[in-house]
């Protein structure tokens, strides 16, 4: 069975500093894995994914990933954060052969003035 | 391009009543999905439509739930009868292409059943 844990409710970050949004990830197989970001009252929106190739991968808004494949994570990160990117954000994976998307609890990015 | 769009926004109905949710996808897009998340936990997939074939309907919670897509293009998902652990929001989303590629997420329909 596959699995993401997202292990911090919320992260502060102030603004022009860097961020980071932790997931680790557990399939059976090789994994697909995606970052979503979900705003107030707004369905979520597609940030970035990996499949295969190049461990790092960029995304929307300045939003990178790096796959770690021995770490079994995923996380999230910019290199200056904006007031403009807080919101709620999902890290999900697919196991090869899985119809859906398994998503961790999302974390709440606050991003202060 | 329209997004994909669900209706209604919210909805609050009692136990042991019915509701009927809608999803229209984008234009075009064979895949279809629900997933529902309940309060302060994770996004759970519900099922996937490949056009108005069932592809995987393994996270359905039970037999009161009730997904159709016909003609290939909306879908529904009904409850019936309503229990109090079905509130929550019920997310739809959309794909033209692999189940590598991105998603297209409705705003969600939020259901309260008191």
């Known amino acids: 069975a596959q699995s993401v844990a997202q292990p911090e409710d919320q992260v502060n970050v102030a603004e022009g500093n860097p961020l980071t949004v932790k997931c680790t990830y557990s399939?059976?197989?090789?994994?697909?894995l995606f970052w979503y970001v979900q705003y107030p009252n707004r369905g979520l929106q597609f940030l970035l994914k990996?499949?295969?190739?190049?461990?790092l991968v960029k995304g929307s808004y300045g939003f990178e990933a790096e796959f770690n494949k021995s770490q079994t994570s995923f996380h999230l990160k910019k290199p200056s954060a904006l007031v403009s990117d807080s919101a709620l954000y999902f890290c999900?994976?697919?196991?090869?052969?899985?119809?859906?998307?398994?998503f961790g609890k999302g974390t709440h990015l606050i991003i202060q003035p | 391009e329209a997004g994909v769009t669900q209706f209604p926004s919210h909805s609050v109905i009692e136990k042991g009543q019915t509701v009927t949710l809608r999803c229209d996808p984008i234009?075009?897009?064979?895949?279809l999905y629900w997933y529902r998340r309940v309060m302060g936990k994770e996004i759970k997939f519900l099922l996937h439509?490949?056009?108005?074939?069932?592809?995987?309907e393994s996270g359905m919670p039970n037999n009161r739930f009730l997904a159709e897509r016909t003609g290939g293009t909306y879908s529904t998902l009904k409850v019936q009868p309503a229990e109090l652990e079905d509130s929550g929001v019920y997310f739809c989303?959309?794909?033209?292409?692999?189940?590598?590629?991105?998603?297209?997420f409705g705003e969600g329909s939020r259901l309260t059943v008191l």
């Open positions: 234009s075009g897009h064979d895949n």
């Open positions: 399939v059976s197989g090789n994994p697909y």
């Open positions: 989303a959309s794909s033209s292409g692999s189940l590598t590629g991105e998603l297209f």
């Open positions: 439509f490949v056009k108005e074939s069932k592809q995987d």
């Open positions: 990996y499949i295969t190739g190049d461990n």
């Open positions: 999900a994976v697919r196991d090869w052969g899985a119809d859906g998307l398994t």
